[in-house]
């Protein structure tokens, strides 16, 4: 059985179909799933890679005079907001006010009046007073606008560079999230040897081409602008309630 056919199948809820793939050796579905975190990890950085933003551009705005230093940093009135796509993360200078989400977008950077700050959007960010900022020059202790615009250069031509090992670093990391948890649910899935003729090893094989659909949504939800945290738990359960369904239909309407 091909990729192409395994993705077809699984994609389109052919249960019967899937049902067949429980048999096969489990590190060919491994490999199926490596394969669609790639395609799907692939997609997404490839699109990312088109509109990276600038920090350098989006800087020009800072007001004059502007100063970061040990102390704090300039109060702006209105916060700049930068979308480094690229990265996948939201850079925001100025005041940062609740907690913020954003559609495409899973990192944030924060650098306000007193201090700076780092993290996940929607989760709790890690903050720090700007005594230990590490973008500081080597034997200084402050930034001025100059310095500033001049380091934020420096930076996108870090990014550019950088940027392609965020994404394998990313895919690797779903990777084994995917791994874990489709180990989890396969657990969970035993209550059916009481019903049927099944193993742990077939029962990771069907939750784990569960994935494909979820997979697929959830990128295009990200790169058309619709994906939000709140989704992740309808990821989850339609991954298991895939597994069921190969469960039920699949194998138990089969074998009556």
């Given at each position: 059985?091909?990729?192409?056919?395994?993705?077809?199948?699984?994609?389109t809820f052919q249960f019967k179909?899937?049902?067949?793939?429980?048999?096969?050796?489990?590190?060919?579905?491994?490999?199926?799933?490596f394969l669609i975190i790639v395609?799907?990890?692939?997609?997404r950085g490839v699109f990312a890679?088109?509109?990276?933003?600038?920090?350098?551009?989006?800087?020009?705005?800072?007001?004059?005079?502007?100063?970061?230093?040990?102390?704090?940093?300039?109060?702006?009135?209105?916060?700049?907001?930068?979308?480094?796509?690229?990265?996948?993360?939201?850079?925001?200078?100025?005041?940062?006010?609740?907690?913020?989400?954003?559609?495409?977008?899973?990192?944030?950077?924060?650098?306000?009046?007193?201090?700076?700050?780092?993290?996940?959007?929607?989760?709790?960010?890690?903050?720090?007073?700007?005594?230990?900022?590490?973008?500081?020059?080597?034997?200084?202790?402050?930034?001025?606008?100059?310095?500033?615009?001049?380091?934020?250069?420096?930076?996108?031509?870090?990014?550019?560079?950088?940027?392609?090992?965020?994404?394998?670093?990313?895919?690797?990391?779903?990777?084994?999230?995917?791994?874990?948890?489709?180990?989890?649910?396969?657990?969970?899935?035993?209550?059916?040897?009481?019903?049927?003729?099944?193993?742990?090893?077939?029962?990771?094989?069907?939750?784990?081409?569960?994935?494909?659909?979820?997979?697929?949504?959830?990128?295009?939800?990200?790169?058309?602008?619709?994906?939000?945290?709140?989704?992740?738990?309808?990821?989850?359960?339609?991954?298991?309630?895939?597994?069921?369904?190969?469960?039920?239909?699949?194998?138990?309407?089969?074998?009556?």
């Amino acid at each position: 059985m091909n990729f192409i056919e395994q993705f077809t199948a699984s994609f389109t809820f052919q249960f019967k179909k899937v049902a067949e793939y429980r048999y096969q050796s489990i590190w060919k579905t491994i490999l199926y799933l490596f394969l669609i975190i790639v395609l799907a990890g692939s997609i997404r950085g490839v699109f990312a890679m088109t509109r990276p933003g600038s920090l350098a551009e989006s800087l020009e705005y800072l007001p004059e005079p502007f100063l970061i230093s040990q102390q704090g940093m300039t109060e702006l009135e209105t916060a700049i907001e930068i979308e480094l796509h690229a990265i996948e993360t939201l850079v925001i200078i100025g005041n940062m006010t609740g907690t913020r989400h954003h559609p495409s977008l899973v990192n944030v950077v924060n650098l306000n009046a007193e201090g700076w700050s780092i993290g996940r959007l929607g989760s709790p960010l890690y903050e720090a007073a700007y005594a230990a900022f590490p973008l500081f020059p080597e034997g200084a202790a402050q930034l001025d606008r100059a310095e500033v615009l001049e380091l934020a250069y420096h930076l996108d031509e870090q990014l550019r560079f950088f940027a392609p090992f965020y994404h394998y670093f990313s895919t690797v990391v779903d990777l084994v999230v995917h791994l874990a948890l489709i180990s989890f649910f396969a657990l969970g899935g035993l209550g059916f040897k009481k019903m049927i003729a099944i193993t742990y090893k077939q029962l990771w094989n069907l939750t784990a081409y569960g994935a494909t659909a979820p997979l697929m949504i959830r990128t295009f939800l990200r790169l058309l602008g619709m994906w939000s945290p709140t989704f992740l738990m309808f990821y989850w359960l339609a991954i298991g309630f895939f597994a069921i369904g190969a469960v039920k239909k699949g194998i138990m309407e089969t074998e009556k």
